[in-house]
C-alpha cells in the first residue's frame, strides 16, 4: 500500500474528515488533500507527530517498507503493538515492548537474556544447555544492542 492510501485510510479510520486531520497535526486542510493524492508526503517531522497522535509506527505509514526486528532479542516486529515506546510515547522501532519499556531495558546483560532463552525457548533438538547458550549468543552478537 502506498503512503497516500494508508494516510487516507488512517484518517478514515479515525472517523475524521480532512479539516479535522489538519487540525489534530497542526497543519491545513490542502496540506492533508495533497498528501491523499499523492502530490506530497509528510516530512520526517510530520511523520512523527502523525506516529505519536495516532499511535502507529513510522514504519507503518510509509507501508512497511522493512521488516523490523528487535534489536535486542532478534524478535520479529510484525505489529506495531509489538514495537516498544519511549516515555514520551513515540516508537521505538529498534526494540519489542519486551526487552525495552518506559526508557528501560528488561535485560541489563546479554547473559540475562541468554539464561531467560535457555530456560523458555523450546528445544526440539534436545541440546545440551552450553550448545543452546553458543546458538543463542551467536544470533544475539549480530544484533546492534549486543554488539
Known amino acids: 500500500m502506498e503512503v497516500k492510501e494508508i494516510l487516507k485510510k488512517l484518517r478514515e479510520k479515525n472517523n475524521l474528515t480532512q479539516e479535522e486531520m489538519a487540525q489534530r497535526v497542526n497543519i491545513t486542510r490542502q496540506a492533508i488533500s495533497r498528501w491523499e493524492t499523492g502530490e506530497t508526503q509528510p516530512?520526517?517531522?510530520?511523520?512523527?507527530?502523525?506516529?505519536k497522535e495516532f499511535d502507529v509506527s513510522i514504519n507503518t505509514l510509509l507501508g512497511s517498507p522493512r521488516q523490523l526486528f528487535c534489536q535486542c532479542c532478534g524478535m520479529p516486529l510484525s505489529e506495531d503493538s509489538m514495537i516498544?515506546?519511549?516515555?514520551?510515547?513515540?516508537?521505538?522501532?529498534?526494540?519489542?515492548?519486551?526487552?525495552?519499556?518506559d526508557g528501560n531495558f528488561?535485560?541489563?546483560t546479554k547473559e540475562s537474556l541468554l539464561d531467560y532463552l535457555v530456560s523458555h525457548m523450546p528445544n526440539p533438538e534436545n541440546q545440551t544447555e552450553a550448545e543452546r547458550r553458543t546458538v543463542f549468543d551467536s544470533h544475539l552478537s549480530q544484533l546492534k544492542h549486543w554488539r
Do not use: H, I, P, R
Not at 516530512?43 to 506516529?51: A, E, G, I, N, P
Not at 516498544?84 to 519499556?101: H, I, L, P, R
Open 43 to 51: 516530512d520526517t517531522q510530520m511523520l512523527k507527530v502523525l506516529s
Open 84 to 101: 516498544s515506546k519511549e516515555t514520551d510515547g513515540n516508537f521505538n522501532e529498534d526494540y519489542c515492548k519486551w526487552c525495552y519499556a
Open 106 to 108: 528488561a535485560y541489563k
